[in-house]
């Protein structure tokens, strides 16, 4: 059946792997190729133990940055690097409309981040986006990932944070203007006392979005926040 099946979408739908560029014959990964999805590298395991950036050493008291930056989130768990395929895939989601990718990037999530950052998680939340991005874009693309993670935790998701204040994309910026830029720009909507948050975006990059949400649901309450991304930039 599902020879059939993909052998009519191929047909009927021809669709180029985000990754290779060439038709795709089995879509069991949507906009991707089982090759470029399998390809899709992993994070290395001597890593930040508190952003997951890769180090020389796994035993080096965390990186730099997190050394001197204070972070409001206890931990994050990328899936994989953003790069290639991955990197493709985003940017199909967030800038062309592929809305179904959600679904492909939390079943990667769910493959290859450690399983224990679900453990005594109370509610998942979405990174927030602003009225207009989300208006524009027509979805919220990380309320569509952390409803697929959702789906195979069975976490609820909560939209407990809201943005407050338009402020420049973060890929517009450099490091240090990404830090600043977020700075009390979400606020807390929901009561998030004592609870254990899971914050779910796409990417990690600097962690400016993540720590700034996590720094904001701390503010209301919550008693531990944890991050949870398809990629991480490396």
Do not use: W
Request: hydrophobic residues 40%; charged residues 25%.
């Amino acid at each position: 059946m599902d020879f059939l099946m993909n052998g009519f979408l191929s047909f009927f739908f021809p669709t180029r792997c985000a990754g290779c560029g060439r038709y795709i014959k089995d879509f069991k990964y949507l906009y991707l190729c089982g090759n470029c999805y399998r390809a899709i590298k992993k994070i290395p395991e001597n890593r930040c133990p508190r952003c997951a950036k890769p180090m020389a050493s796994m035993h080096a008291a965390g990186c730099r940055e997190c050394r001197e930056r204070k972070n409001f989130f206890s931990r994050v768990e990328p899936a994989a690097v953003y790069e290639g395929a991955l990197r493709q895939l985003i940017r199909g989601m967030k800038f062309y409309y592929k809305s179904s990718a959600a679904r492909i990037m939390a079943g990667l999530i769910m493959e290859r981040a450690d399983p224990g950052i679900f453990e005594g998680v109370h509610m998942i939340v979405p990174a927030p986006l602003s009225k207009r991005s989300a208006r524009e874009r027509g979805f919220n693309q990380t309320e569509l990932l952390a409803k697929a993670v959702s789906k195979s935790t069975g976490i609820p998701v909560v939209m407990a944070l809201a943005k407050i204040k338009e402020t420049p994309p973060q890929n517009s910026l450099d490091r240090k203007q990404r830090m600043r830029n977020l700075l009390g720009a979400f606020k807390a909507v929901c009561n998030v006392e004592g609870k254990t948050v899971i914050i779910v975006d796409d990417v990690f990059t600097t962690g400016a979005t993540i720590n700034e949400a996590a720094k904001t649901l701390m503010a209301a309450g919550a008693a531990e926040v944890r991050g949870v991304t398809a990629a991480r930039s490396v």
